[in-house]
């Protein structure tokens, strides 16, 4: 079992009105067990899930690989285990089962890749997790207009996989190979967000299945549309809340026609900060832009077998043509070298580009590999460039004066860096020490007018920093809930208390 925050114990799940006060006081712990959810309403229960597995026969499972498999994400939240997972393979298996679930007042959990960090698929009230990967479909490609439309559950590196040989691409890069869905769900953006923007800005409409069975489509394949709410926007970052994305229209982009790397060296972390600023308030067309401190190189260096400087290090990509790219790798070297970087080094080669970039996207498990026994929270928030330099420092001086292992990282090009803590699950003070930590630099980044979290989402785990950040936009938020999900049954307890 993965482990979690705080001291070590047991996960028992016995009813849902329990859950939700074992969830708060008993994170998940090494030897954190996982027992299937008997609800009060058994009967009602038992005769929606007779429902379910006739309309899919095997694909209706109870057994326990599939509940524990389908329990957790790649969070520390505690695993929380539904009743049965399903596996449809078609909107219309997604609309007969959503509703015998909403007549029954069964909770439905979409699931996609269950590589979300905020708790996004543990079913917390029991019910249905609803596994997509089984519709993987391209169902529409349009070369000449660069857009196609994908089932839901189709993983982003596969999609590229299938684009490549007609000269097209999905740019957004999380990292992880999550699902198209879920990437849409929790509104994902990554490694290239500097240049491509987020999975919100490649997106043209949905496929949406409402907490009644509706089938809703929003959007279009237009470029652009006045016609009435954004419904597609509403939908995207809303974490299975709202409805659930069976199919998703993309925005595509013509593959570059060359590509260079970089990495550079610097002695501190406020140099990387600044020369960033600088190469973007220039108008470099930077394609990558991340930075690692002293700690995440040392982690990677060791777990890639890299042989870079032990010392904040910047890794830049640049798309466009042979020429382009070399001048603009020259123009970052130049403006890096002014804030004190040394030894830029930039290449064409495949090989080595795939190399750098498999490292920085294994730096969670490099830097786990730095505290074995440990486990890792990953959290974000985001700023704007120019507060970057200086909550980075804050976040690096408050997280040493307390003690605690947590490199740094992050798509710094759009503000966002991480600070992943390593927490000995056993050590309860510890865990509170990294909250504090964690604390101040989300409230340092809401001071500053950034954001509580700018790619992870809120799941189970931000909800209380979305209050701070949204006030009474919470409200609000709940009452599109209401309007829209009015019995809760779609991902209860997530986004929303």
Same mark, same amino acid.
């Given at each position: %079992?993965?482990?979690?925050?705080?001291?070590?114990? $047991?996960?028992?799940?016995?009813?849902?009105?329990?859950?939700?006060?074992?969830?708060?006081?008993?994170?998940? #712990?090494?030897?954190?067990? /996982?027992?299937?959810?008997?609800?009060?309403?058994?009967?009602?229960?038992?005769?929606?899930?007779?429902?379910?597995?006739?309309?899919?026969?095997?694909?209706?499972?109870?057994? $326990?690989?599939?509940?524990?498999? +389908?329990?957790?994400?790649? $969070?520390?939240?505690?695993?929380?285990?539904?009743?049965?997972?399903?596996?449809?393979?078609?909107?219309?298996?997604?609309?007969?089962?959503?509703?015998?679930?909403?007549?029954?007042?069964?909770?439905?959990?979409?699931?996609?890749?269950?590589?979300?960090?905020?708790?996004?698929?543990?079913?917390?009230?029991?019910?249905?997790?609803?596994?997509?990967?089984?519709?993987?479909?391209?169902?529409?490609?349009?070369?000449?207009?660069?857009?196609?439309?994908?089932?839901?559950?189709?993983?982003?590196?596969?999609?590229?996989?299938?684009?490549?040989?007609?000269?097209?691409?999905?740019?957004?890069?999380?990292?992880?190979?999550?699902?198209?869905?879920? %990437?849409?769900?929790?509104?994902?953006?990554?490694?290239?967000?500097?240049?491509?923007?987020?999975?919100?800005?490649?997106?043209?409409?949905?496929?949406?299945?409402?907490?009644?069975?509706?089938?809703?489509?929003?959007?279009?394949?237009?470029?652009?549309?006045?016609?009435?709410?954004?419904?597609?926007?509403?939908?995207?970052?809303?974490?299975?809340?709202?409805? /659930?994305?069976?199919?998703?229209?993309?925005?595509?982009?013509?593959?570059?026609?060359?590509?260079?790397?970089?990495?550079?060296?610097?002695?501190?972390?406020?140099?990387?900060?600044?020369?960033?600023?600088?190469?973007?308030?220039?108008?470099?067309?930077?394609?990558?832009?991340?930075?690692?401190?002293?700690? $995440?190189?040392?982690?990677?260096?060791?777990?890639?077998?890299?042989?870079?400087?032990?010392?904040?290090?910047?890794?830049?990509?640049?798309?466009?043509?042979?020429?382009?790219?070399?001048?603009?790798?020259?123009?970052?070297?130049?403006?890096?070298?002014?804030?004190?970087?040394?030894?830029?080094?930039?290449?064409?080669?495949?090989?080595?580009?795939?190399?750098?970039?498999?490292?920085?996207?294994?730096?969670?498990?490099?830097?786990?590999?730095?505290?074995?026994?440990?486990?890792?929270?990953?959290?974000?928030?985001?700023?704007?460039?120019?507060?970057?330099?200086?909550?980075?420092?804050?976040?690096?001086?408050?997280?040493?004066?307390?003690?605690?292992?947590?490199?740094?990282?992050?798509?710094?090009?759009?503000?966002?860096?991480?600070?992943?803590?390593?927490?000995?699950?056993?050590?309860?003070?510890?865990?509170?020490?990294?909250?504090?930590?964690?604390?101040? %630099?989300?409230?340092?980044?809401?001071?500053?007018?950034?954001?509580?979290?700018?790619?992870?989402?809120?799941?189970?785990?931000?909800?209380?920093?979305?209050?701070?950040? +949204?006030?009474? #936009?919470?409200?609000? %938020?709940?009452?599109?809930?209401?309007?829209?999900?009015?019995?809760?049954?779609?991902?209860?307890?997530?986004?929303?208390?």
């Amino acid at each position: %079992m993965r482990g979690g925050p705080g001291w070590k114990g $047991s996960f028992v799940r016995t009813g849902r009105a329990q859950h939700s006060a074992v969830l708060q006081c008993l994170p998940r #712990g090494d030897t954190a067990t /996982i027992v299937p959810n008997v609800p009060a309403n058994s009967n009602r229960q038992g005769a929606a899930h007779e429902r379910i597995a006739a309309l899919l026969g095997s694909r209706c499972s109870t057994s $326990s690989y599939d509940i524990e498999s +389908h329990s957790h994400d790649e $969070s520390f939240h505690p695993p929380a285990a539904p009743d049965a997972v399903a596996f449809p393979e078609s909107n219309e298996e997604v609309s007969a089962i959503v509703r015998i679930c909403a007549e029954h007042g069964l909770p439905i959990i979409p699931f996609g890749a269950g590589t979300a960090v905020e708790g996004h698929v543990q079913a917390i009230s029991g019910g249905i997790s609803l596994d997509l990967a089984r519709m993987d479909a391209v169902l529409d490609l349009q070369e000449d207009d660069l857009d196609c439309r994908v089932q839901a559950g189709i993983r982003r590196l596969a999609l590229n996989d299938r684009l490549e040989k007609h000269g097209l691409w999905l740019p957004i890069d999380p990292g992880a190979d999550a699902s198209l869905g879920g %990437m849409a769900a929790t509104g994902a953006s990554g490694t290239t967000t500097v240049r491509y923007g987020t999975i919100r800005e490649n997106i043209l409409g949905l496929t949406c299945v409402l907490a009644d069975g509706r089938v809703l489509r929003t959007g279009g394949r237009a470029r652009k549309s006045s016609a009435g709410y954004d419904l597609t926007k509403l939908l995207l970052g809303s974490e299975g809340t709202l409805g /659930i994305i069976t199919e998703v229209q993309l925005r595509l982009h013509p593959l570059p026609e060359c590509v260079s790397a970089a990495v550079c060296s610097f002695e501190t972390i406020e140099q990387c900060a600044n020369s960033v600023i600088e190469i973007l308030q220039s108008g470099l067309p930077v394609a990558r832009c991340e930075l690692l401190d002293v700690a $995440s190189m040392r982690a990677v260096n060791d777990y890639a077998n890299l042989h870079y400087a032990p010392t904040p290090t910047m890794f830049f990509e640049f798309h466009g043509t042979a020429a382009s790219v070399a001048e603009q790798a020259e123009l970052a070297g130049e403006i890096a070298a002014d804030h004190g970087g040394g030894d830029f080094q930039w290449t064409l080669e495949r090989e080595k580009r795939e190399k750098l970039w498999n490292a920085r996207h294994h730096a969670y498990y490099a830097i786990k590999a730095l505290r074995p026994g440990s486990y890792g929270w990953v959290s974000d928030v985001c700023v704007p460039l120019s507060k970057l330099a200086e909550c980075i420092a804050a976040a690096r001086e408050d997280i040493e004066q307390a003690g605690l292992v947590a490199p740094m990282l992050g798509h710094v090009g759009d503000g966002n860096f991480h600070a992943v803590y390593l927490i000995d699950p056993s050590d309860k003070e510890e865990f509170e020490r990294a909250s504090r930590v964690n604390d101040r %630099m989300t409230e340092r980044a809401l001071a500053v007018g950034g954001t509580c979290t700018g790619e992870h989402g809120v799941g189970i785990g931000k909800q209380r920093a979305l209050k701070a950040q +949204h006030g009474a #936009g919470v409200d609000v %938020m709940r009452a599109i809930k209401t309007a829209l999900d009015p019995d809760g049954i779609l991902n209860p307890g997530k986004i929303l208390d």
